[in-house]
């Protein structure tokens, strides 16, 4: 019996392939992100790098552009998760995110479980303290606090 979710993906097969699923899905999310944001922004910064040169905006800009982006893959996931109850990475692993009524979770609920994707640190510190503080392996400690879970497959509807 696993003591806690860091020792099931520890020990137990089904733990570690869930999780590197999760990783992969949550890649192509960032790739698809960063890369929107990337185009956007040399599109904006080419101008002024032409004409104060690299050195002095690059600093400045490398700042803005990570703060920019954390918030922008917050909203991504948010909304992602709230309207189709996957995002365009979790889709291609077959992973979905639902709330404890099987539907997808609000809008309060998908940004609560996702508010810790604006930095790597506080995503990381959501994992590991989820997965130390309970005997599964399924949630991060945001989701387990909203009532949200990542599932391989989406439950059936159930008719209204």
Known sequence: MPVSGIDSVIKEHAAQEYWLERVIAFIIDAVIVYLALGILAI??????????????????????FSFVAGIVLVIYFTLFENLAGTSLGKRAMGLFVQARSGKNPTLVEAFTRNVSKIYWLLLFLDIIVG??????????????FVGTSVVKHRAPSTPA
């Open 43 to 64: 599109a904006y910064a080419l101008p002024y790098f032409l004409i104060s040169g690299i050195n002095t905006m690059a600093t400045m800009f490398a700042g803005v």
């Open 131 to 144: 997965l130390a503080t309970t005997k599964g392996y399924t949630q991060k400690f945001s989701d387990r």
